[in-house]
């Protein structure tokens, strides 16, 4: 199974700066996700990363405000842009790999952001 | 659409109590179904998984029927310890992968 890195670990951040996020696989991976998990609430996929090209956003998430790049096959950063309180979160990368007859999930062990 | 309900926490048993957690789920097609846990400060790690009607996904003394009829993925576990403390998500992957989470139940196992 892929091990996932993510740094920061955490982050206490003061709003309108930005901070990047990076993730980095043990494995060449094809597509990285990245989920942001509210206070309480679900897992929400961001975005899905694919590298050599621009990522894919999901409703009500944009480019401007979250930033990615993908590098190469193993590496990826989010960055969450001019913070306000409301994207005090977790924030988790993801790469999916197949194990048996379904596709499974991995995940970093997350940023967890507050904004102040 | 695709969707993932699980029961509300937080979850509060002694050791050696039953656990069962709820999950129902939403879907078209034959979705794939999971169990992850979060523990504190960790990720989602996957915990078991079922791909189809009538399998159980087993493990670390955690059992789930994907149960189609009634369309529910419910988790238990004969005998909780305090180390099972952590948050548990149901989740579903569709026929193009794409992955959806129940909300998360939070289970403390008091000593």
């Known amino acids: 199974s892929a091990v996932i890195s993510q740094k920061p670990s955490r982050d206490i951040c003061q709003r309108g700066t930005s901070l990047t996020i990076q993730c980095q696989v043990d494995?060449?991976?094809?597509?990285m996700f990245w989920y942001r998990q509210q206070p309480g609430q679900s897992l929400t996929l961001i975005a899905t990363a694919n590298q050599g090209s621009e990522a894919t956003y999901e409703s009500g998430f944009v480019i401007d405000k979250f930033p990615i790049s993908r590098p190469n096959l193993t590496f990826s950063t989010l960055t969450v842009s001019n913070m306000s309180p409301e994207d005090s979160s977790i924030y988790l990368c993801?790469?999916?790999?197949?194990?048996?007859?379904?596709?499974?999930?991995?995940f970093g062990q997350g940023t967890r952001l507050t904004v102040v | 659409g695709n969707s993932v309900t699980q029961m509300e926490g937080p979850v509060t048993l002694s050791e050696e109590a039953f656990l069962t957690i709820n999950c129902t789920y939403t879907a078209t097609g034959y979705p794939s179904l999971f169990w992850y846990v979060q523990y504190p400060g960790e990720g989602l790690q996957l915990l078991l998984k079922a791909t189809k009607a009538d399998d159980k996904g087993s493990n670390k003394g955690f059992e789930a029927t994907y149960r189609k009829e009634t369309t529910s993925f419910h988790l238990e576990k004969g005998s909780v310890q305090v180390s099972d403390s952590a948050v548990y998500f149901c989740?579903?992957?569709?026929?193009?992968?794409?992955?959806?989470f129940g909300t998360g139940t939070s289970l403390t196992v008091i000593p």
């Open positions: 494995s060449q991976v094809t597509m």
């Open positions: 989740a579903l992957s569709d026929p193009g992968n794409q992955f959806y």
């Open positions: 993801s790469v999916q790999e197949q194990g048996g007859r379904s596709t499974e999930a991995f």
